[in-house]
């Protein structure tokens, strides 16, 4: 299907409910959401809202209130406790599972008082075939996914963000940071925040896709399979920043980046 006919697709979909509340997260698809919600409602009937948590990077929210503030979009910041949720339940390998029916149960409420008739989230239809437990509370909560609704994949996203100018076109696919944490282990603030401080250095260095993962009490630093070699040239500035952080063993993947790495250890736990 064309895009441009994909996209009036989608604008139908939305208009099926006159205002609308969006789990906002300032990534590409839930920025591409967002933008084509307002589009399809008014920015008057279109709520955005950002959650909150030391599980959410600073500067991920900055870029998220960038976007809204570009658009002059109605927001609302809540407080999340992820981290505690996860530990409750012994970070398991659902952690998503909990910590989206926490938010979207955040939200439902906030939609009843404020008068919004749908919740919105940004799934796309390439997600089926990634290991997505959130989805289960998505389904539960009755929130609405209309990319994946109109079968929208996440190349067709990148195209309409860019033909629309959206400076989140390009944006890297970026997740929770719990997501650094092998399941079944009790996730530190503390190393969280050492965690964020040490993907904050590697952005210095325009790595196109990077992680530092929490494996065995290592930090391993992932970056793009392409840029692994500069990774490696930049070894000596990387682990000594890193151990200054507080980290004392620190690694660079050979591999490079693979999404949902922390995955492969599901079976051996």
Partial sequence: MDLLAKEKKLYSYIQKWKKAIVA??????????????????????????????????????????????????????????????????????????????????????????????????????????????????????????????????????????????????????????TSRFMYHTKIEAAVLNQIEQAENFLRQYQFRQYRVRYINDEAVVEVDPGEVKRAQELSDEIISRLREIGFAKVSIDPEGYRRGRMNQFIEKN
């Fill in 24 to 177: 906002f997260s300032g990534g590409v698809d839930s920025s591409y959401l967002l933008y084509s919600s307002f589009k399809a409602l008014g920015a008057e009937n279109v709520l955005a809202v950002i959650a909150s948590s030391e599980t959410y990077p600073q500067h991920e929210k900055d870029e998220a209130l960038a976007f809204i503030e570009k658009y002059g979009l109605n927001y609302q910041i809540i407080e999340t406790d992820e981290l505690g949720v996860i530990n409750k339940h012994n970070n398991p390998t659902d952690r998503c599972y909990h910590c989206k029916k926490e938010l979207f149960t955040d939200l439902s409420k906030i939609a009843e008082i404020k008068g919004y008739d749908v919740i919105f989230e940004g799934s796309n239809i390439d997600d089926l075939n990634d290991f997505r437990p959130g989805m289960k509370a998505v389904n539960e909560l009755d929130v609405k996914s209309p990319l994946k609704a109109v079968e929208m994949t996440k190349k067709d996203i990148r195209a309409l963000s860019k033909h629309h100018g959206l400076s989140t076109w390009d944006k890297p696919a970026f997740a929770c940071l």
